[in-house]
């Protein structure tokens, strides 16, 4: 299989690129903690991209991993990952604005549990950027879609405060609208999927700079990065990164060929990327030392992204039961 990007999915990489340097700087992330109103500004960039959500998924990826470099708060991920997928497969009109940009969505599924799954639990949780987006999508059993315009909804606290989440009542479910097990498997699919590749973007901030670090720290008159412990855990972590690489394009290229291993893929994926971004979190931290425990330094805020992230639409330990389920 061919990996390499061709000259336009270049082209999507570095203007998302040049995009989040100029207008995604993390002190707009830390505004962000504070009052969420501070990502309008980025949104008033990103609404020209979400035109992505209805297009091939590798696309997609390209730009979200640039955001998950970024930490970018703000409703991009939920409206084309989540939202628009949704939208697609239940062939609703409301689609073609969510692509223009004029409107933003997103979708509740979990309850009570966290888990990711059809439950018929009267409040959904988890749900990303609810209290911020035009639309809400809840999942109820049927499965069904329950669409509600700026439903009120209740702040879910984590430790991740780049991307807020809420709880929403599903409230009257009698004008659902039917949606068949394959077409939510897909969907579900392609969200995890895309956020495996934010997740990757995240996990290279965190090696990178940690590198980078290793470069400049001098410790007993050298280099850090000098010193052969701290060189394993550096390639323990490139190679993790890597993998997850491979393993979240190879997904999205099975679901936009509509290939048989899109499910199997789509668990190694999410499994891979939630892997390196643990590690690159961990080992990224212990090389840093205390300057990474600082407010001031930004590791922490992308230690709390892959942390976050990492539980989101599943962890890594559930997508390995699943796959081996789909295996034994």
Known sequence: MDFTFTPDQQLIRDSARTLFEKACPTSLVRAHMDDPRAAE??????????ALGAGPLVDLCIFLEESGAALAPGPFYATTALFAPLLKALEHPLLERVASGDVTGTVGLAGKSG???????PVKTFIPEAERVDWVALVVPGPAVVLRERPPSRY??????SRRLGEVEVGDASRAIALGDEALRAVLETAIVALAAEMLGTARWLFETTLAYAKVRVQFGKPIGSFQAVQHKLANM??????????????AMTIDAGDADRQRATHVAKAAAGEAAKLCAKDGIQIHGGIGYTWEHDLHLYIRRAYASEFLL???????????ELIL
Do not use: F, I, Q
């Open 115 to 121: 888990d990711w799954v059809v439950n018929a639990d």
């Open 238 to 251: 490139r190679l993790a990164l890597e993998r997850a690489w491979s393993a979240v394009y190879y997904a």
């Open 156 to 161: 879910v606290e984590t430790v991740d405060t």
């Open 41 to 50: 500004a980025l949104w008033k960039h990103l609404r020209d991209w979400t």
């Open 314 to 324: 599943g962890g890594s330990d559930w997508h390995h039961d699943r796959l081996a």
